[in-house]
DNA sequence: TCCGCAATATGAGATATCTCATATTATTGT
DNA sequence: ACAATAATATGAGATATCTCATATTGCGGA
């Protein structure tokens, strides 16, 4: 992890200015953070001491169940926050946050700002409707979750995170985040090839018929 | 639906003051509505036009899949908020709510309370801490419904709703809540009187052995 | 009081998904 | 460049869970 002082930090304040989210001067407490891929940003079981907002790149949030088993709850992208929970609530089982790329954060001090930032209807505001969506989205996965078999949820979930036409994420990822054995995984993977609707390229995937996915996926939402 | 008027909401407002949760006067805006059991008080897919708040009763959040399938998401109780998401974002697909047995709620309107309450930071922060809450709460049942059986998320509900030792929920609500079909909660209840945990008594079952299903139950948590 | 619907029950067969064992490739650190 | 580790791949067998068919029972409304 490295912190970005001076200049360097003075050009990312500028750059990506959240001023509008609060309605006290933040800058001067904000700090810049920068997380190599794969760094945890956050240990699972431990306090954070930030608040964190996502300027550049992306990360993943996990919980490792009494099993053993690895649950990837969610991804954070540019323009989230993570640590409102240890921010809003004095007892929490905190989540481990690992960045996935190269990621810039502002890092917002608890001790010296969470005061200030629990008066302050501006950012209360946007902190609750991110929370909103947040926990609607929570609760839409997990009904999908239990009402549907992969095969929906994975259509789904190749057309948002395809790049094009080309799909490429990690399978094991993958399998945590839908939290399926790596073995069904490829099955259902498979039987796409099979049908058609992908095509296998190394260890990438092209889609050759986004329509059929596309009908798949679409049973999952009325949301 | 009925709504107390004059001195049954009277004492309603100062039975159950939500004061505390505002900076500003909010009693005037106030309106307290009863459901009878079974009553939809948010429509599926319709906008409300209230903020609520439980003050006696309990209540069911249900959403309707495409494939026709029912998820109950969760459920409210007393002192909680719904109809919050309609408050914080203007497009969202509304989830039904029902009342499970006779509902009291103040219902906060919308078209005279929203600008109010958007500025007020000490209701934003109460809800941001809600909604915190409830979003750990869906992600922690998410997680655990990939990572456990049946089995697990069963024990820990009959402990979490048993009346003493009396466990007595309809299994047709509890298919919809954990996301099972009713053939395979049957199957599962069986188990645990095969194994006696528990003894069926009538439709109901005396929860014989609360320490062996503490133990699947304890599996879940860490959170 | 009786009818009809909702809830409970149980069997049989299908399928979605998991576990484990074992290979074969990438990728990474030194 | 090589060894170690992570990721991908595939088979075989188990099990968790679903669907559908069919009965039985409890309960609220006419």
Redesign the interface.
């Known amino acids: 992890m490295e912190i970005y002082k001076n200049e360097k930090r003075q050009r990312y304040l500028e750059e990506y200015s959240i001023g509008y989210l609060f309605t006290f001067r933040i800058d001067e407490f904000l700090e810049v953070h920068e997380y190599k891929r794969d760094e945890w940003i956050i240990q699972e079981g431990t306090r954070p001491d930030f608040l964190f907002y996502v300027i550049e790149g992306k990360a993943k949030i996990y919980?490792?169940?009494?099993?053993g088993?690895v649950?990837l709850?969610?991804f954070i992208n540019e323009e989230d926050f993570f640590g409102?929970?240890e921010l809003?609530?004095p007892i929490?089982?905190t989540k481990g946050v690992q960045a996935s790329t190269k990621t810039v954060c502002f890092a917002i001090p608890f001790h010296r700002c969470r005061a200030k930032m629990?008066?302050?209807?501006t950012f209360?505001?946007e902190?609750?409707?991110f929370?909103?969506?947040?926990?609607?989205q929570?609760?839409a996965?997990?009904?999908?979750?239990?009402?549907?078999p992969l095969e929906n949820r994975l259509a789904d979930f190749i057309l948002q995170t395809a790049d094009g036409e080309v799909y490429k994420e990690k399978h094991v990822t993958v399998c945590d985040f839908?939290?399926?054995s790596y073995r069904h995984l490829l099955y259902v993977f498979a039987q796409f090839c099979d049908k058609g609707y992908l095509q296998k390229e190394g260890r990438r995937y092209r889609i050759l018929q986004p329509n059929e996915l596309n009908g798949l996926a679409?049973?999952?939402?009325?949301?």
Chains 1, 2 share one sequence.
């Open positions: 919980v490792t169940h009494q099993n088993k649950s709850i969610n409102e929970m809003l609530n929490y089982y629990l008066e302050d209807a209360l505001r902190l609750a409707k929370l909103s969506v947040k926990s609607t929570m609760a996965k997990y009904t999908q979750s239990l009402s549907f839908l939290g399926v679409r049973v999952l939402m009325n949301e």
